[in-house]
């Protein structure tokens, strides 16, 4: 609320449309930037609250000081023994810090802290006209959004999303001069373009949301996005049917309208003959329409679109819109019905056409490497014949549907069109599965593809990119993902989690083998290391992220282990044993790093037992016992027992090292003290190196 001493600022950027995502995160910059440039002008203000549509960014802030507060700093500088020189001149160290301060060596202060003189410098800042510092505050706020794509427009050498058309700033009822692009803030904003375009004049900072409502604009995300989803629930509870409203193309409609409406359409139900994959994506990526579903979940003739145009004119707008889906799923249709008079085989040598990498080859080429690598994954999985020659079969038709005219035309629906089109041309089940899931998963948490078969084709589609690219030096670097590399290693990692039987790392040779059998240059064994460094470093920052401790897994990469499914395993395993007696493990992982540091390899694992004592028998017929344990465990991957047997040790450790000293005068029982630690130790070097969990207590 105003008072004599503050008043609301507040201030438009009207503009052409601004692209939906990027309004919505020039949005969240608008609060933030507003709020630090006003405090890096010590102007005292309230809250900033922030609205847009996509043709303007509005900020209010409340309570904004009509004056800064005066002030006084006092800083303190270097020891007056720095300061001054034995004869009492300034010295560098004086005049430096008095110009820092925007003063003069002559004023500076003395004082004594502690005993100690330093120099002091004592600032007055005056107290100023908050108005006259607006225009700078505000224009330093225009030009600090950031935008991933920005343009010039006319003559002007400003940058902004889109061209802005018009400036409203003002401070209670006064105008600020605000300057941007040859334009001159004043009081008239503009409505919707259609509906009550202006100008508009705002009298008053605390009338803008006001007057820009009455304009038939809603100047806020959130209220579309509400009004969409109200009018949606509307045309559910009229049809009985249910709008799907994917998160993305939600924001998208929300900020591609100032005035949303939702209208139900319809097309012909001769088209519900088409995939419904074609027809979603027709709707939904092309024309931004949420397509309704029935009861039981099947795609209707129906569909939601958001106007932006005049609610009264809804019959026209509807036709309209019909007449636009109805030209698009004509086209879906008829390159679908094209696409059927052949057999997807035939599609395979046109794959020569479309390029997979530079150096790497073609489609074509890169079909060849799935269907190498596919099956030696499926003998690895120990596949039956009838298994393995659908991986194979799969793993030949999966890329041939990037050549036939739906997907060129509809290039999101790839794989799923090449599963009907493989059971068009009588195609076994599992392989047309396999072709609509081997790009799965396709982000971390998507479903996986449903069968083994299909997983071994989406492996081996994902890791031919992945050792194709790190083959060419095209991997990954710092934030750089070009080629979304990562996401591939993380949807493999997830179908070895889930229980894919193979070897990431004979898999990775065989790959490998497939670029240098066609011929392609690399350094086969840095290459290599390199793939099989990125599945491990993927694989930690999976673990990390679900809560497993950064020493954990140190502890179990110090094996040198490198299959995903194992780390993981060994890992959550460790973890939960740690969770569970953490007292038991760390004093476990203190005793191994001691005996870790004293052991000798060099001279064995054998100890002369005829010369040793009680609490050396006892760790010795433990280590043993446990060391079998262990054996056992690890054959049968049962890493939580392997962990048991080892936590077994903690007593019979802690007694010999309570009872003797390793390193004795006798020469004979110094040696077997070690020899045992060396044997002790030995236990854990498949396990975990415990170590790593004692470095970090």
């Not at 600020?176 to 004049?201: I, Y």
């Not at 794989?415 to 047309?432: I, L, P, W």
């Not at 039987?501 to 690399?522: H, R």
């Amino acid at each position: 609320m105003e008072n004599a001493n503050t008043a609301t600022l507040a201030f438009e950027i009207g503009t052409e449309e601004i692209p939906a995502f990027d309004l919505h995160k020039a949005t969240e910059q608008l609060r933030t930037l507003t709020g630090e440039a006003l405090d890096a002008k010590r102007i005292p203000h309230g809250d900033v609250s922030v609205y847009s549509s996509p043709r303007r960014l509005i900020a209010v802030v409340g309570d904004v000081a009509l004056r800064t507060e005066e002030l006084t700093e006092v800083f303190r500088g270097p020891s007056a023994a720095i300061a001054f020189d034995d004869q009492g001149a300034p010295t560098k160290a004086a005049v430096g810090f008095a110009r820092g301060k925007g003063l003069s060596v002559e004023d500076l202060t003395r004082r004594s802290v502690d005993g100690v003189d330093y120099v002091f410098a004592t600032r007055h800042v005056a107290s100023v006209e908050v108005d006259s510092m607006l225009p700078e505050v505000i224009e330093g706020v225009i030009e600090s959004i950031s935008w991933p794509k920005s343009c010039r427009w006319g003559t002007q050498s400003a940058f902004f999303s889109r061209p802005v058309r018009w400036l409203v700033a003002l401070l209670g009822d006064k105008v600020v001069p605000v300057r941007f692009a040859g334009l001159e803030a004043g009081r008239l904003t503009w409505g919707h373009r259609f509906l009550a375009a202006g100008p508009w004049e705002v009298a008053h900072a605390d009338q803008l949301l006001d007057v820009v409502r009455s304009a038939f604009v809603v100047p806020s995300e959130a209220e579309r996005e509400q009004a969409i989803r109200a009018g949606v629930a509307a045309i559910e509870a009229e049809t009985g049917s249910k709008a799907e409203l994917p998160a993305k193309t939600l924001l998208e409609v929300t900020n591609l309208s100032e005035y949303p409406t939702p209208l139900k359409g319809t097309f012909d139900e001769e088209f519900l003959a088409v995939p419904e994959e074609i027809i979603v994506d027709a709707m939904l990526m092309h024309q931004r329409y949420f397509p309704l579903y029935d009861g039981q979940g099947k795609l209707t003739n129906s569909f939601v679109l958001v106007s932006n145009g005049d609610p009264a004119c809804a019959d026209t707008i509807v036709d309209g819109n019909e007449r636009v889906v109805r030209a698009r799923l004509s086209d879906a249709k008829f390159f679908y019905e094209e696409d059927l008079k052949r057999p997807l085989e035939s599609y395979v040598e046109h794959l020569d056409e479309v390029v997979f990498q530079e150096t790497l080859g073609t489609m074509r080429d890169k079909t060849d490497r799935i269907v190498a690598l596919a099956t030696h994954l499926a003998a690895d999985a120990s596949l039956d014949g009838d298994d393995s020659r659908d991986a194979a079969r799969a793993a030949l038709l999966a890329k041939a549907d990037l050549v036939t005219n739906a997907v060129v035309e509809f290039t999101s629906v790839q794989g799923v069109m090449g599963s009907y089109y493989a059971a068009a041309a009588g195609e076994t089940d599992q392989v047309a599965r396999a072709i609509a899931d081997h790009y799965r998963p396709r982000f971390s948490g998507d479903a996986l593809p449903e069968s083994t078969v299909g997983r071994i084709v989406a492996m081996a589609d994902k890791l031919d990119t992945i050792c194709g690219l790190f083959s060419v030096g095209q991997g990954p670097t710092g934030s750089s993902d070009p080629f979304a590399l990562r996401r591939g290693a993380i949807g493999i990692v997830a179908m070895l989690q889930a229980g894919l039987p193979v070897s990431l790392e004979q898999a990775v040779d065989a790959s490998l083998a497939t670029y240098a059998d066609a011929g392609i240059g690399f350094e086969r064994e840095a290459v290599r290391r390199q793939v099989l460094d990125f599945f491990i470093t993927r694989t930690s920052v999976m673990l990390r992220d679900e809560g497993v401790h950064a020493d954990t897994i140190d502890a179990v990469l110090a094996c040198d282990v490198v299959e995903p499914a194992i780390i993981i395993a060994r890992a959550r395993a460790l973890e939960a044993a740690r969770s569970q007696d953490p007292d038991t493990f760390a004093d476990l992982a203190t005793a191994f790093s001691r005996a870790d540091n004293l052991r000798d390899a060099s001279l064995g694992e054998e100890p002369d037992r005829s010369i040793m004592e009680a609490s050396e028998r006892a760790l010795l017929e433990a280590t043993d016992v446990a060391a079998d344990a262990v054996r056992r465990a690890l054959a049968d991957d049962d890493y939580p027992a392997a962990l048991a047997s080892l936590a077994a040790l903690r007593a019979p450790i802690d007694g010999f090292f309570a009872e003797v000293m390793v390193m004795a005068d006798d020469d004979g029982v110094r040696t077997m003290r070690l020899q045992l630690l060396n044997r002790f130790a030995a236990i854990f070097k498949d396990v975990a190196d415990f170590s790593k969990m004692a470095k970090s207590r």
